[in-house]
């Protein structure tokens, strides 16, 4: 037995951050679940979440979700348009706040969305869905195969073009051939055959005025006023749509000729100045755009015989003296005929190459582009769009950060350049030396994220992602660095099958990056790292909610939005999108357990035999409740040293403040103005007698605010119990 | 700006706790004081526009010109001004601009919604030459507002709209942003070249017959 005055004090323990170490400092906690840091340091129990739409209509409750697989908010149209979409079901909505209600943007048919498509509904493993917001607008793209969506605040469409246009058909001007070359009939019309009053037959038709494509040059003999050379045309369409992105060309068309003919001298045969004799064609069957299309551009060659190039041009709008300023040849999605009739010249502009919109699975925005990846049929493929058209992505503009072809598995934009993962390797991607294209360079062949959405940025810069055995972070001047490895018993215990559909957020209100995971063989993400950048350290949340995805708001709110199911405090889970840590009176969630245990205190010097006498806990008031306290010893947890636990009070028993409930307004004998929370010290007699370590156990589900807490313990110097 | 909502949710035998009521509250008094948007406001609040004194949240300037055309157009062309009446707009014999209706305006920063409706009427020279028309806001035409093609190469009567189009009625309209300061809005026309007369019209013209201008101010 030592003597009660060889008591010593642990000093104040100030547990903000937790560590699965068996030889852990007893200032880090072995487990602080279901709290945050406030602003005055202190740790304080969270509390929410609260549904986005609240309950208006008691009949009705809560809005009807279905599963969700994504939820995003943004602000368009300059900043004036506030967008919040989620995905669930089949359905993309996007919150109508002054209905109360939701709308469908995408659905099936009969759902009454603006665009009907079918989304799959599937809990398979997969990552949510992806938002990622451009200047315009904001990509949406739904997992299992789905093809990526686009909207602006007002219009959804498919992301670009996943198909090439029909090539159109060119008619006239016609050559008819005879077996007697005497009789041959160079093509004389420009058009259908039929002439008019004023000009012949061969200038074509009078509505589309006279001839410009041709070659004419002078007679090789003399002997002709000049000859109408030998040319070959092709045309080809390109579709542009209602933002602006830009189908795939169409396969080329027919090849439209004009054959020799002579022009005779003037005074002789059917002379007409040379430049008469030039000629224009009519293409047909333009093919119509799918929905969305605002425009069709006709790409021409120029005389593929004489100018020496066969490439295709774009042919210019007809606006004001034929500028090239107009989007489109044809700025409608209905004519179907275009009279063309330029001279080679008028052909300046050779136009894009896009490729089909691929099935991709992750996007990000980066140096003015929309970079894709995890692309169907080629997942080692990295292809960025065109600058500002989000959904044009040009042929042999792909990379390949990985060599040995592993799929692409994220994406980040950094102030660098942009990240690329794998699920094993790290690339940043970053502007070329001559800055029209880009480079690779590799950060890391071990390291890759496993999951796009549990990447976030704290703000200070500093990204943080989910890899194979744990989370890492990226700065600038340090790397990748490895954070989880304090809690690595925690972080084996993700199932590493659905990490994929992890997701993560920094929350700006507390600075904290939170990672909701599926824990061990769960299949919804039950488990919320919680990593304190400013303590450095590891904490949890758990409990009543189980996201799908999170955001942040992009409006001066900051809310942390999630997606996903809640329990409520009548045990019924609802799938929903969620405002977390804010709690109204309309919805009561499911009480949350604020539990803290200790690190096994003493376990540095084990071998050494101490009583653990008292504990001293400073709480700031917040409850007329008390917490429970479990103390466990010599490394067993499963036997309390207080079998029915010690209550300890929430609020100070010698000091109590006025309490809703039981406080009377306007009463003078009673406390009852509003107050400013105090702290205060509870001590509580705990008595562990000749123990090698002894672990604290604090747990409630009352709200709780906890400051530090120290003991008081008596070493028996010399009593070690080494067997 | 959007929905807002209490961080604390006060229950019985918690401290009465001014923070956290302060909290609460400020999160709704600093929406209100500019920050409210279109979810804040019921579907249909503002709908009624008897609600609203006149010019609070559109100022409209509106002018217009009644000139009935008379029923020969086949008349002889010569005769043309002979078969309208009141003050018919007649297009100048030059290729450039000419304003056919103009307005001026002296607003704050806005959207100003032009819109020009008219009655494209007859010319002396049908088969000649075209017309095209547009909107000016400040010396600037709208290159999107303009009629019809501006090149010769599909047009052998020149650009624009020729004797197929007599009175023809049409509007242009275009949403413009402006910043505050007087702004002058025109409807205007030009006569175009002709594939076959390379000299300017001199003796064909075009007449505007009725015509209105009406300017939207949005704020």
């Known amino acids: ?723 | 700006m959007a929905w807002k909502y209490p961080k604390y949710n006060n229950t019985d035998g918690e401290p009465i706790d001014a923070e956290a009521i302060n909290v609460n509250f400020e999160a709704f008094i600093r929406e209100t004081q500019g920050n409210l948007n279109e979810h804040n406001w019921a579907s249909g609040a503002f709908t009624d526009a008897e609600d609203y004194e006149i010019g609070a949240c559109l100022r409209i300037d509106h002018s217009y010109d009644e000139v009935t055309p008379m029923a020969a157009q086949t008349a002889a062309p010569a005769n043309i001004a002979a078969i309208v009446s009141g003050t018919a707009y007649q297009t100048i014999a030059v290729y450039d601009w000419d304003v056919v209706d103009s307005t001026q305006i002296i607003c704050d920063t806005a959207l100003l919604w032009v819109i020009a409706s008219f009655q494209h009427s007859v010319s002396n020279d049908f088969t000649r030459y075209g017309v095209q028309y547009g909107l000016r806001l400040d010396g600037v035409v709208i290159a999107e507002t303009v009629t019809g093609s501006g090149g010769r190469n599909t047009d052998p009567n020149g650009e624009g709209l020729d004797g197929d189009g007599t009175n023809m009625p049409l509007v242009l309209d275009a949403i413009l942003p402006v910043l505050s300061g007087p702004h002058t809005i025109e409807l205007v026309a030009r006569m175009c070249t002709s594939a076959t007369i390379a000299l300017p019209p001199t003796a064909a013209y075009w007449m505007v017959c009725n015509r209105e201008l009406i300017v939207v101010e949005m704020h």
Not at chain 1, 224 to 244: H, T
């Open chain 1, 1 to 723: 037995m030592g003597y009660d005055r060889n008591r010593q004090n642990t000093g104040l323990l100030a547990l903000r951050v937790e560590s699965g170490r068996l030889l852990a400092p007893a200032s880090v906690a072995a487990e602080i679940d279901n709290f945050e840091m406030t602003p005055e340091g202190t740790l304080r129990s969270i509390n929410g979440p609260t549904p986005i739409l609240p309950v208006y209509n008691p009949v009705a409750g809560l809005f009807n979700y279905g599963r969700v697989h994504g939820v995003f908010h943004a602000l368009l149209m300059e900043g004036s348009r506030d967008v919040l979409l989620v995905h669930s079901a089949q359905q993309i909505r996007v919150l109508n706040g002054w209905g109360r209600t939701w709308s469908t943007l995408i659905g099936p048919s009969g759902s009454g969305a603006q665009l009907e498509a079918d989304l799959v509904n599937t809990d398979t493993p997969q990552y949510p869905t992806q938002f990622t917001q451009t200047p315009t607008g904001i990509v949406i793209v739904p997992q299992n195969r789905s093809r990526a969506y686009f909207y602006d605040g007002e219009a959804v469409l498919p992301l670009g073009y996943d198909q090439y246009p029909a090539p159109p058909m060119g008619y006239g001007p016609t050559s008819y051939y005879d077996a007697d070359p005497a009789n041959d009939i160079p093509n004389v019309y420009g058009f259908m055959g039929s002439g008019s009053a004023t000009l012949p037959p061969s200038y074509g038709h009078v509505d589309f005025g006279t001839g410009q494509a041709g070659t004419i040059v002078a007679d090789p003999n003399g002997v002709q006023a000049g000859v109408l050379g030998s040319s070959r045309y092709q045309a080809a369409v390109q579709w542009i749509d209602y933002f602006g992105n830009l189908s795939p060309l169409s396969p080329r068309s027919n090849t439209v000729s004009i054959d020799t003919q002579n022009i005779p001298l003037a005074g002789t045969g059917d002379y007409r100045t040379p430049d008469r004799w030039l000629r224009a064609f009519l293409w047909g069957a333009i093919p119509k755009g799918p929905q969305g299309t605002i425009g069709k551009i006709l790409c021409h060659t120029k005389d593929m015989l004489n100018s020496g190039t066969s490439d295709l041009y774009e042919v210019p709008g007809n606006m004001l003296g034929a500028t090239s300023g107009s989007y489109a040849t044809i700025p409608d999605n209905q004519v179907t005929m275009y009279q063309y009739n330029r001279p080679d010249t008028d052909l300046v502009t050779r136009p894009p190459e896009p490729i089909p919109v691929p099935v991709f699975k992750v996007c990000a925005v980066a140096f003015g582009r929309l970079w894709i990846a995890g692309i169907e049929g080629d997942p080692a493929a990295l292809i960025p769009s065109m600058p500002g058209r989000w959904g044009t992505f040009l042929r042999d503009s792909e990379y390949f950060p990985d060599p040995t072809g592993a799929e692409i598995t994220a994406l980040c934009p950094v102030p660098q350049g942009l990240l690329a993962f794998t699920a094993v390797s790290t690339f940043l991607v970053v502007a070329s030396d001559d800055g029209k294209g880009f480079q690779v360079a590799p950060l890391s062949n071990t390291v890759g994220c496993v999951a796009p959405s549990s990447i976030a940025t704290l703000q200070d810069g500093t990204v943080i992602w989910l890899g194979r055995d744990g989370f890492y972070r990226f700065k600038a001047d340090a790397g990748i660095q490895n954070i989880s490895l304090d809690i690595e018993e925690l972080t084996k215990r993700i199932n590493n099958v659905r990490a994929k559909q992890a997701c993560a957020v920094v929350d700006p209100r507390t600075r904290e990056y939170r990672c909701w995971v599926p824990l061990d063989a769960g299949r919804d993400n039950d488990f919320c790292f919680v990593f304190d950048p400013i303590s450095e350290g590891w904490r949890r949340r758990t409990g009543t909610e189980l996201p799908v995805a999170v955001c942040v708001t992009k409006d001066h709110r900051q809310y942390v939005i999630a997606g996903g199911r809640v329990t409520d405090n009548l045990s019924v889970t609802r799938h929903g999108v969620w405002l977390l840590d804010h709690e109204v009176q309309s919805f009561v969630p499911k009480p949350r357990m604020y539990r803290l245990e200790t690190s096994w205190i003493e376990a540095g010097s084990s071998k050494d035999v101490k009583s653990g006498k008292m504990v001293y806990f400073w709480f700031r008031e917040t409850d007329n409740t008390s917490a429970e306290i479990e103390v466990y010893r010599d490394w067993r947890k499963t036997k309390t040293v207080y079998s029915n636990a010690v209550d300890v009070d929430l609020v100070d028993p010698e000091d109590v403040p006025p309490l809703w409930g039981t406080t009377a307004y306007g009463q003078s004998t009673t406390p009852n103005q509003w107050i400013k929370r105090r702290p205060y010290w509870k001590k509580v007699a705990i008595f562990v007698p000749s123990c090698e370590v002894y672990k604290l156990v604090l747990k409630t589900t009352s709200p709780i605010e906890l400051i530090g807490l120290s003991m008081d313990e008596l070493p028996h110097g010399g009593s070690g119990r080494v067997p």
